[in-house]
């Protein structure tokens, strides 16, 4: 079995920052990509950052230049930190990663609710 749990999600005020964790425990052998999804009321889920093993980064171009995706491979975790943050990133964020456990499969986590008031 193979669970990842988020922390870090709250309501902030437009122009602050908050930092999103995501730990993956269980049954791992290896971990491939990383990454953090959101989704808003009535919209589809997007992609927000993913990020490899070996450290490869890519943003969605409305979070690039505010937000910074990183990992700790020792740690199987996953960071999100959100600088600059706007209304419109308002949603609930899905952290995600590719693992190795009995075959490689996609695991989400639970969702934490990130609130930008203006």
């Known amino acids: 079995q193979v669970s990842l749990v988020e922390s870090g999600g709250g309501l902030v005020q437009a122009g602050g920052s908050l930092r999103l964790s995501c730990a993956a425990s269980?049954?791992?052998?290896?971990?491939?990509?990383m990454g953090w999804y959101r989704q808003a009321p009535g919209k589809q889920r997007e992609r927000v950052a993913i990020?490899?093993?070996?450290?490869?980064?890519n943003y969605a171009s409305s979070v690039k230049g505010r937000f910074t995706i990183s990992r700790d491979n020792l740690k199987n975790t996953v960071y999100l930190q959100m600088n600059s943050l706007k209304p419109e990133d308002t949603a609930v964020y899905y952290c995600?990663?590719?693992?190795?456990?009995?075959?490689?499969?996609?695991?989400w986590g639970q969702g934490t609710q990130v609130t930008v008031s203006s």
């Open positions: 995600y990663a590719r693992i190795l456990s009995s075959g490689w499969n996609d695991y």
């Open positions: 990020i490899t093993s070996s450290g490869s980064t």
């Open positions: 269980g049954r791992i052998f290896s971990v491939d990509a």
